[in-house]
C-alpha cells in the first residue's frame, strides 16, 4: 500500500511521463475497485486524525488552554478523521465520475477511486501534519500543497478516462464549482439554521 501511495504522488511532473507513470500503477494493481479506495481512505484519515489530535494537545498545552475537554476533543478528531475523509472521499469520485463522463470519459468508478485514493490518501496525511506550521509559512506550504494534489487529481483522470488534458481540467473546475456551491448554498445555511435554533432553545431555557 505504501510503496503505491508513493509512486502516485510522485509520477514526474512531465504530464506525458505521469500519464505513464500511472497507467502502469493501474495495470499493475492487485484490487483496484472502491472497496480498496475506501479502505485506504480510512487508514490515511486514521494517521491524520491522530496528527491533528496530537497537535491539538500541544498547542492546547502551550497556550495553557488545557482542560478535561482537549483530550475528548483529540479523541473525537482521531474518530470522526477517517469517517469524514471516507464520506468525502466517495461522494466526490462520484461526482467526478459523473462528471468525466458526461465530458466523454472511458473510466469506471473502481478504477478511478482506487487511484484517486492512491493520490488522495498520501496527500490529506501530509496536509494534516504541515497544519502543525503556524502562520503564513504554514499556510503559503499546505496552499502548494492543495495546488499539487489537484494537479495529481488531473493526471489521475487524464489517464483513467482517456481524454484530453482540457477536459480534466474542466472535470476538476465543474467539480470544485459544485463542492463550492453545495458548501455556500447548502452547508452555511444549513449550519446558520442550526446555529439559530440552537440560540432560540437557549433563550428559551
Do not use: C
Not at 494493481?29 to 491539538?56: L, Y
Not at 503559503?140 to 499539487?148: D, E, M, R, T
Not at 482540457?166 to 446555529?195: C, E, N, Q, Y
Amino acid at each position: 500500500m505504501f510503496e503505491i501511495w508513493i509512486r502516485a504522488i510522485r509520477p514526474g511532473l512531465a504530464v506525458d511521463k505521469a500519464i505513464a507513470a500511472y497507467e502502469t500503477l493501474l495495470a499493475e494493481a492487485p484490487n483496484p475497485t472502491m472497496g480498496t479506495a475506501v479502505k485506504w481512505v480510512a487508514i490515511s484519515g486514521v494517521i491524520a486524525g491522530v496528527i491533528m489530535g496530537i497537535a491539538a494537545l500541544i498547542f492546547g498545552v502551550a497556550e495553557g488552554q488545557f482542560s478535561e475537554i482537549l483530550p475528548l476533543l483529540s479523541i473525537g478528531i482521531v474518530i470522526a478523521s477517517p469517517i469524514l475523509l471516507v464520506i468525502v472521499f466517495v461522494i466526490s469520485s462520484l461526482i467526478m465520475l459523473g462528471i468525466a463522463k458526461a465530458l466523454g470519459g472511458q473510466g469506471n468508478l473502481g478504477n478511478q477511486s482506487y487511484m484517486l485514493a492512491a493520490v488522495s490518501g498520501p496527500m490529506s496525511i501530509i496536509f494534516s501534519a504541515l497544519l502543525i506550521i503556524p502562520g503564513l509559512v504554514g499556510s503559503l506550504i499546505s496552499l502548494s500543497v492543495a495546488v499539487y494534489t489537484s494537479w495529481l487529481s488531473m493526471v489521475v483522470l487524464r489517464a483513467l478516462h482517456q481524454y484530453s488534458g482540457g477536459r480534466a481540467v474542466l472535470t476538476m473546475l465543474i467539480f470544485l464549482a459544485i463542492v463550492f456551491g453545495l458548501f455556500f448554498f447548502v452547508v452555511l445555511p444549513l449550519a446558520f439554521g442550526l446555529f439559530l435554533l440552537l440560540l432560540v432553545s437557549i433563550f428559551q431555557f
